[in-house]
């Protein structure tokens, strides 16, 4: 019976083939890196061009997953959120995945638009602008205007999207099956439990009633925010393949220039930018979560614009709770509190050295206590955090990893604007207000409902599961299993003694009845008995002084 996981391979077999192609093309530049052939170094180039060889490994899986497109940038995309697994280097190069994919037609557009909305768009817009303002993997906006007059930008979802990232989706899932079952090395990295949330985010992003529901979410949670400003949404005119929302009229935060030319105070737009995703995470525990230059917009008067909303994290209590007490126990400079806290909120290794993590956490923090806050830059002091958890084999769950990303980059992003905004200054407020909810009588009194519910639970089923265990105790059916550790080298030495004695005792019985064949009168076989006893016995009482297993080279 075939496995599952192959047998999805074999169906995909043409695509599979495809990213075999492209990983190999990406791998001959080592392959060939130390050979000085120029024709050969000259054909070895990316999809736009750029020569292979000589370049870095991370540089290359960059330009490779770009090239298998919408499904690999996404990937790409969220592992760089995992630099506790991929480490900084990687992290720093998928952090620039960028689709590059030329505009569908303005006739597909206007036909995805028909099927879902019921009408032409001469009757859905008084106009439509064939020409997409931006064209991206999975979308391409087209600016349009209502009967109304309102100015608005309709986001329409490319054709047949979905079979091609529900192809590669599978592909990668039963990749990642045969890589868990296979190599042990990978296996506490959860290759599976990865690709399975990498699943339920591209779907839920496919999925345009989702970043809808993000937009009236946010909305809502800055309505009496005056310097922030998050795009109307028409539901009237969205589906699961189409948002239309208000077109935001200012400068995006990508063009410097512009922004400098502005006459705004950028000093402020980065201030009110930082604080409106500090007040997502820290008030709201939902969030944008990427803040990159390019998602935010200098409206007139210093406002903030959002757009591209597709992208949010999550944290509820629980977390939000545990990442609080790690920042202030960072800010406290107690190193086993520090400790402690990252030790709760990953998936630790039996084996993991908590003394050697302590130190290497205490001077982790050295690096950071006594200096002012405007001199600490917070995006390098979590992505030195993260490089220890690292170093350490600590799995951090999901939503910290996209929490812990989207601080570094709101850090780049808000000194990018101005040098002279501190992501720790703006914090501070942010620790007091935590000292103070964590103080509060409803926090109190939430903990200690949950604390109740458990205890409760605990209780209803404590019984259950006492009779239960009697009752298969008393029918017979109970089984305990047991793992046992570190008893191979015990078992294999305890069998070599019997087998040893056993050698030993019929080699004198062979040898003091005269068996033949003699040899000067002695037993050959009881002679090579006692031979082959005494190189067991002597490997026996070597492998005892060690303490070793028996079959070891050493």
Same mark, same amino acid.
């Given at each position: 019976?075939?496995?599952?996981?192959?047998?999805?391979?074999?169906?995909?077999?043409?695509?599979?083939?495809?990213?075999?192609?492209?990983?190999?093309?990406?791998?001959?530049?080592?392959?060939?890196?130390?050979?000085?052939?120029?024709?050969?170094?000259?054909?070895?180039?990316?999809?736009?061009?750029?020569?292979?060889?000589?370049?870095?490994?991370?540089?290359?899986?960059?330009?490779?997953?770009?090239?298998?497109?919408?499904?690999?940038?996404?990937?790409?995309?969220?592992?760089?959120?995992?630099?506790?697994?991929?480490?900084?280097?990687?992290?720093?190069?998928?952090?620039?995945?960028?689709?590059?994919?030329?505009?569908?037609?303005?006739?597909?557009?206007?036909?995805?638009?028909?099927?879902?909305?019921?009408?032409?768009?001469?009757?859905?817009?008084?106009?439509?602008?064939?020409?997409?303002?931006?064209?991206?993997?999975?979308?391409?906006?087209?600016?349009?205007?209502?009967?109304?007059?309102?100015?608005?930008?309709?986001?329409?979802?490319?054709?047949?999207?979905?079979?091609?990232?529900?192809?590669?989706?599978?592909?990668?899932?039963?990749?990642?099956?045969?890589?868990?079952?296979?190599?042990?090395?990978?296996?506490?990295?959860?290759?599976?439990?990865?690709?399975?949330?990498?699943?339920?985010?591209?779907?839920?992003?496919?999925?345009?009633?989702?970043?809808?529901?993000?937009?009236?979410?946010?909305?809502?949670?800055?309505?009496?925010?005056?310097?922030?400003?998050?795009?109307?949404?028409?539901?009237?005119?969205?589906?699961?393949?189409?948002?239309?929302?208000?077109?935001?009229? *200012?400068?995006? #935060?990508?063009?410097?220039?512009? &922004? @400098? $030319?502005?006459? %705004?105070? +950028?000093?402020?737009?980065?201030?009110?930018?930082?604080?409106?995703?500090?007040?997502?995470?820290?008030?709201?525990?939902?969030?944008?979560?990427?803040?990159?230059?390019?998602?935010?917009?200098?409206?007139?008067?210093?406002?903030?614009?959002?757009?591209?909303? *597709?992208?949010? #994290?999550?944290?509820?209590?629980? &977390? @939000? $709770?545990?990442? %609080?007490? +790690?920042?202030?126990?960072?800010?406290?400079?107690?190193?086993?509190?520090?400790?402690?806290?990252?030790?709760?909120?990953?998936?630790?290794?039996?084996?993991?050295?908590?003394?050697?993590?302590?130190?290497?956490?205490?001077?982790?923090?050295?690096?950071?206590? *006594?200096?002012?806050?405007?001199?600490?830059?917070?995006?390098?002091?979590?992505?030195?955090?993260?490089?220890?958890?690292?170093?350490?084999?600590?799995?951090?769950?999901?939503?910290?990893?996209?929490?812990?990303?989207?601080?570094?980059?709101?850090?780049?992003?808000?000194?990018?604007?101005?040098?002279?905004?501190?992501?720790?200054?703006?914090?501070?407020?942010?620790?007091?207000?935590?000292?103070?909810?964590?103080?509060?009588?409803?926090?109190?009194?939430?903990?200690?409902?949950?604390?109740?519910?458990?205890?409760?639970?605990?209780?209803?089923?404590?019984?259950?599961?006492?009779?239960?265990?009697?009752?298969?105790?008393?029918?017979?059916?109970?089984?305990?299993?047991?793992?046992?550790?570190?008893?191979?080298?015990?078992?294999?030495?305890?069998?070599?003694?019997?087998?040893?004695?056993?050698?030993?005792?019929?080699?004198?019985?062979?040898?003091?009845?005269?068996?033949?064949?003699?040899?000067?009168?002695?037993?050959?076989?009881?002679?090579?008995?006692?031979?082959?006893?005494?190189?067991?016995?002597?490997?026996?009482?070597?492998?005892?002084?060690?303490?070793?297993?028996?079959?070891?080279?050493?």
């Amino acid at each position: 019976m075939k496995i599952d996981a192959i047998s999805r391979l074999e169906r995909h077999a043409k695509r599979l083939g495809e990213i075999a192609a492209v990983l190999g093309k990406y791998g001959l530049a080592d392959m060939f890196g130390g050979f000085d052939y120029p024709w050969l170094n000259n054909r070895l180039r990316s999809a736009d061009g750029q020569a292979l060889a000589g370049i870095s490994t991370a540089a290359r899986i960059r330009l490779a997953l770009t090239e298998l497109g919408t499904t690999a940038i996404k990937l790409g995309q969220m592992l760089s959120t995992r630099g506790d697994l991929i480490g900084p280097e990687l992290t720093v190069e998928l952090s620039e995945l960028q689709a590059n994919v030329p505009a569908e037609s303005a006739e597909s557009a206007r036909a995805v638009l028909r099927s879902d909305l019921g009408q032409p768009v001469e009757q859905l817009f008084a106009e439509f602008e064939d020409t997409p303002v931006a064209a991206a993997s999975i979308a391409q906006v087209h600016g349009a205007r209502l009967h109304s007059g309102e100015r608005v930008v309709v986001k329409v979802r490319r054709s047949g999207i979905e079979l091609k990232v529900t192809t590669d989706l599978e592909i990668i899932q039963a990749l990642a099956e045969l890589l868990e079952k296979h190599s042990p090395s990978l296996r506490p990295y959860q290759p599976v439990a990865i690709v399975r949330q990498f699943r339920r985010t591209l779907l839920r992003e496919l999925d345009f009633s989702y970043e809808k529901r993000n937009l009236e979410e946010f909305a809502a949670h800055f309505a009496d925010e005056p310097h922030v400003h998050i795009p109307r949404v028409h539901p009237a005119l969205c589906s699961h393949q189409i948002v239309t929302m208000e077109r935001l009229d *200012g400068i995006p #935060g990508s063009d410097i220039q512009a &922004l @400098r $030319d502005s006459g %705004e105070d +950028l000093t402020e737009f980065a201030r009110r930018g930082a604080s409106m995703y500090l007040e997502m995470v820290f008030r709201d525990g939902f969030y944008h979560a990427d803040p990159h230059p390019g998602n935010l917009m200098l409206l007139p008067g210093c406002i903030v614009g959002v757009i591209d909303c *597709g992208q949010v #994290g999550r944290i509820d209590d629980e &977390l @939000r $709770d545990e990442v %609080e007490a +790690l920042l202030l126990a960072i800010v406290e400079n107690d190193s086993g509190q520090v400790t402690e806290q990252v030790l709760r909120l990953g998936a630790v290794p039996s084996d993991c050295p908590r003394e050697r993590l302590r130190a290497d956490l205490d001077d982790f923090m050295a690096d950071y206590v *006594g200096h002012p806050l405007r001199d600490i830059n917070v995006g390098q002091a979590l992505s030195s955090l993260i490089e220890i958890i690292r170093r350490y084999h600590i799995t951090l769950p999901p939503p910290l990893a996209l929490l812990l990303k989207t601080l570094i980059i709101l850090e780049g992003t808000s000194r990018r604007f101005s040098p002279e905004v501190s992501l720790a200054e703006l914090m501070q407020p942010f620790c007091q207000r935590m000292i103070l909810r964590r103080l509060s009588p409803t926090r109190v009194m939430r903990r200690a409902r949950r604390t109740y519910r458990d205890w409760d639970r605990l209780i209803t089923l404590l019984p259950r599961d006492v009779t239960d265990l009697l009752a298969r105790f008393r029918d017979g059916t109970l089984t305990v299993h047991l793992d046992h550790r570190h008893l191979d080298p015990i078992i294999n030495r305890l069998v070599l003694g019997v087998l040893t004695a056993a050698i030993f005792l019929g080699s004198s019985q062979l040898w003091s009845s005269e068996a033949r064949p003699l040899l000067f009168g002695v037993s050959v076989f009881g002679a090579l008995g006692y031979l082959l006893s005494l190189f067991l016995g002597w490997r026996l009482l070597r492998a005892i002084r060690r303490s070793g297993n028996i079959n070891s080279k050493d």
